[in-house]
T-cell receptor, first 116, second 108 residues
């Protein structure tokens, strides 16, 4: 059974470039989360979706960040334009939410982003 | 601000010893979760404890919750080298807020 899949695993880009991170949640899960992890700020929730609808994007740092979930099996996090301070590990996680919710979140392996 | 704060920030013990990590939080909770993160990997859920529970076990893991003190602890008994990782507590239902974590090193 495949877990949460993220691509790419590593991304190195120059300041000003557009970066797109991709996530495939666990089949059957209806909630998807994007996190960012840095040494300074720890693990921060950026945005989450329920049934493909964004529920809370209050953690998205700036308008340069955007996230979409066009269907139940795919989500993207885009940074345009990228800046060096965006360098971090970005995690996607999924869970099952509903009448009998599971609070447990399943994390992907992360994308390590370096912006030079 | 962080709702789950772990203590200590780092812990180094010998294999076979017990490891205890603590988590404090500021506002009331319905449940609290503990996660493990191995170096370079994503987080893995370990255990969830509800506000009406005081203690929960899972294998070598024991979690306690003291709602009056707004604190929880994670005990790993008979530690192994494979337990070397960072451990995080997380508060919330869907919108989890993670602490800064405890880096645990098990020395052979």
């Amino acid at each position: 059974d495949a877990g949460v899949i993220q691509s790419p695993r590593h991304e190195v880009t120059e300041m000003g470039q557009e970066v797109t991170l991709r996530c495939k949640p666990i089949s059957g899960h209806n909630s998807l989360f994007w996190y960012r992890q840095t040494m300074m700020r720890g693990l921060e929730l950026l945005i989450y979706f329920n049934n493909n609808v964004p529920i809370d994007d209050s953690g998205m740092p700036e308008d340069r960040f955007s996230a979409k979930m066009p269907n139940a099996s795919f989500s993207t996090l885009k940074i345009q334009p990228s800046e060096p301070r965006d360098s971090a590990v970005y995690f996607c996680a999924s869970s099952l939410w509903g009448a009998f919710p599971s609070y447990e979140q399943y994390f992907g392996p992360g994308t390590r982003l370096t912006v030079t | 601000s962080q709702q789950g704060e772990e203590d200590p920030q780092a812990l180094s013990i010998q294999e076979g010893e017990n490891a205890t990590m603590n988590c404090s939080y500021k506002t009331s909770i319905n449940n609290l979760q503990w996660y493990r993160q191995n170096s370079g990997r994503g987080l893995v859920h370990l255990i969830l404890i509800r506000s009406n529970e005081r203690e929960k076990h899972s294998g070598r893991l024991r979690v306690t919750l003291d709602t009056s003190k707004k604190s929880s602890s994670l005990l790993i008994t008979a530690s192994r080298a494979a337990d070397t990782a960072s451990y995080f507590c997380a508060k919330g239902a869907q919108k989890l807020v993670f602490g800064q974590g405890t880096r645990l090193t098990i020395n052979p």
